[in-house]
């Protein structure tokens, strides 16, 4: 069974940073490209970042840029997001996706895995 399982969420301050991890298990996912993506209440699921089956190139959504990072370490079919200078706007559901276009994307429709989520909260 593929699952791909998040943690790493949790409350913190405004300014402050979070390391988010996704763990995929039940196939390799060296050839997929990941992504994270966010949902907070109320509003529709969105983009955060991606990045390609290799791990040398990524992109993200404009609200994190220069916030935010993507890595992977495809040894242990796991992906991280580093997030600094955390807002009360980046408070949501954190998702992991794993897509097998292979290259990076913004895209819901093209990621064939999700996991669970893990909560983000920032208080201001």
């Known amino acids: 069974q593929v699952q791909l399982v998040e943690s790493g969420g949790g409350l913190v301050q405004a300014g402050g940073s979070l390391r988010l991890s996704c763990a995929a298990s039940?196939?390799?996912?060296?050839?997929?490209?990941m992504g994270w993506f966010r949902q907070a209440p109320g509003k529709e699921r969105e983009f955060v970042a991606s990045?390609?089956?290799?791990?040398?190139?990524?992109y993200y959504a404009f609200s994190v840029k220069g916030r935010f990072t993507i890595s992977r370490d495809r040894a242990k079919n796991t992906v991280y997001l580093e997030m600094n200078g955390l807002n009360p706007e980046d408070t949501a559901l954190y998702y992991c996706?794993?897509?097998?276009?292979?290259?990076?994307?913004?895209?819901?429709?093209?990621?064939?895995?999700w996991g669970q989520g893990t909560q983000v909260t920032v208080s201001s």
């Open positions: 996706a794993g897509s097998r276009t292979a290259m990076t994307s913004s895209r819901g429709n093209d990621y064939n895995y």
């Open positions: 990045i390609n089956w290799s791990g040398d190139s990524t």
């Open positions: 039940g196939r390799s996912f060296a050839g997929y490209a």
